[in-house]
């Protein structure tokens, strides 16, 4: 006898993981219950439909219940609210319109989501979620362009991003002291950096209420006294796991109300799995479960929850949580461990190696640095890496998840043989240099000084070996007369070498301490005064 599988929610998981169950039983009567209009639409391309880079609506909707129907033979109900789960009889009591029925199942697939977090109801406030608020935003849109962007996450970057390729005039408003607050501080100075000049940004504040006129939003008021004019409000402050259903079955959740699921994405109940956003799952170096809301992980999950509700044996690997965040023409890319969640969960045994490296060959035209930080335990282990730049964010990213996923060291990632041309990347990658970086200084061969200990203040004698002096410093000598300079340089002192993107102070580091061998403490400014500037600006 032929099972019945049913599948809650859409969006990207649920859809997923129905067609995935009709891969592995083709006989299976396979239900998909959505409270919406839109079953399956593509919610990462929000943004680039309101940037104008999709030309149509339609084009992020075009699977559909016809389109799970004919390929897929998934019978979808819309406009369908799920009001109670009896757990032990394995039965869903639903409802459409006023209409209830209750419907049995041998394997339930949980896929509802999460909600945004609204501060406030109001026609000209909307989130960025789903295709109507996209609608929401072009109405209001119609009306005036200042636009004010509760939340300077990746959701929030994305749209704010999006609205200022569009014209709008944005104002950004983040309560952390910095933008994507659990990024690096250089990341979140190179943020503010893009950001500023297009936008107004505003971090370190909160929003103490809202001006309204005739029921609409006219200003968000802020705590220290300011007011930001606007004719939109995108919240992006929060999510909010949609678990009750789950919660009021007897299932176990997460103090966040998030979904523990196991490696083959099952729940505490019996036949139920779960998948998507409402999900919490087991990260590589992980201690303990992680929720990453994002649409990659949600579809991951989908294609082990549905394979498994089918009859499979499928099991999930610990999570990378790999991520891509486009703003404008920038990219920022992170995977493995967050630095946030890295500094908590490892303090003193975390190493940090951060670099300016060239994405592409130097001699080819246009060619950018790449900022890349790759963190790893103190035994050498990988733990993550977070990058950012204009082009070829990606590529490392994808390298660093498959090194981190094979368990690779740093000594391993340093001598990785990638891929080469020079209109696409260097002969040594930015990986390379940033995993050789950290053994150098893992063997005492070359010692970095962070941009955040050079800001609280420093006893070094600093000198500066730019080709062009940068800023004030004991002492100037270029890296090419060091060699032939080298007794000029303080004996009784410790140094600090100074450059613009680091490379030079770190030679001009390995240099001295060779040469003198005296116990000399010879430190580089990590990054250079590049990444110093960024940092500095982080929270400004």
């Known amino acids: ?156 970057l994305e749209a704010a991003g999006a609205l200022i390729e569009r014209g709008a005039e944005v104002s950004i408003l983040e309560r952390q002291p910095q933008l994507l607050p659990r990024a690096g501080s250089a990341i979140g100075g190179a943020l503010r950096e893009l950001l500023e000049k297009k936008a107004t940004v505003v971090t370190g504040v909160q929003n103490e209420g809202f001006e309204k006129d005739a029921g609409l939003i006219s200003a968000v008021r802020l705590e220290d006294g300011r007011r930001l004019e606007c004719d939109l409000v995108v919240a992006a402050i929060g999510l909010s796991p949609r678990t009750e259903l789950l919660r009021q079955a007897g299932a176990h959740l997460l103090r966040d109300g998030t979904i523990a699921v196991d490696s083959r994405c099952r729940t505490s109940l019996p036949d139920v799995f779960a998948c998507g956003v409402c999900v919490s799952v087991r990260r590589q170096h992980g201690m303990d479960w992680s929720w990453i809301p994002q649409a990659s992980l949600a579809d991951r999950t989908a294609q082990v929850a549905g394979a498994n509700a089918a009859g499979a044996e499928f099991q999930m690997p610990p999570a990378s949580g790999s991520m891509l965040l486009q703003i404008m023409d920038h990219t920022y890319g992170q995977t493995g461990l967050p630095l946030e969640l890295a500094r908590r969960q490892y303090g003193d045994r975390l190493r940090i190696a951060t670099v300016f490296a060239p994405a592409t060959d130097r001699f080819v035209g246009n060619s950018d640095s790449l900022l890349l930080s790759l963190l790893s335990h103190e035994s050498g282990a990988l733990l993550g890496v977070e990058a950012w730049g204009k082009s070829g964010v990606d590529k490392r990213i994808d390298a660093a998840s498959a090194a981190i996923a094979g368990g690779l060291n740093a000594s391993a990632l340093a001598g990785l043989d990638l891929s080469y041309t020079p209109a696409l990347e260097p002969a040594r990658d930015p990986l390379n240099i940033a995993a050789t970086v950290t053994l150098l200084a893992r063997d005492g061969r070359a010692t970095p000084l962070s941009a955040e200990e050079f800001l609280k203040g420093t006893e070094y004698w600093r000198v500066d070996v730019s080709a062009t002096p940068l800023i004030e410093s004991d002492q100037e000598i270029p890296l090419e007369n060091l060699r032939a300079r080298i007794d000029e340089l303080p004996t009784d002192k410790s140094l600090l070498f100074i450059s613009e993107e680091g490379r030079r102070a770190l030679l001009a580091a390995r240099l001295v301490s060779g040469r003198r061998q005296n116990n000399q403490q010879c430190r580089y400014l990590e990054g250079g005064t590049r990444l110093l500037a960024m940092t500095a600006r982080a929270v400004s």
């Open 1 to 156: 006898m032929s099972k019945t599988i049913v599948v809650l929610g859409g969006a990207v998981s649920g859809p997923a993981a129905a067609a995935r169950a009709r891969e592995i039983d083709e006989e299976a009567r396979i239900i998909l219950i959505e409270r919406n209009k839109n079953v399956s639409y593509a919610a990462c391309g929000l943004g680039l439909y309101l940037s104008g880079r999709v030309g149509s609506r339609a084009a992020l909707d075009s699977e559909g219940p016809l389109y799970l129907e004919q390929n897929f033979g998934v019978e979808v109900r819309t406009e369908t609210a799920v009001d109670a789960i009896q757990a032990r009889e394995k039965r869903l009591t639903i409802r459409t319109g006023t209409k209830s029925e209750e419907i049995a199942y041998d394997a339930l697939v949980y896929a509802l989501g999460a909600a945004s977090i609204q501060p406030e109801e109001a026609t000209n406030l909307c989130c960025f979620r789903n295709l109507e608020d996209l609608k929401a935003i072009e109405n209001a849109l119609e009306r005036g362009k200042r636009v004010v962007v509760l939340g300077a996450g990746p959701l929030g």
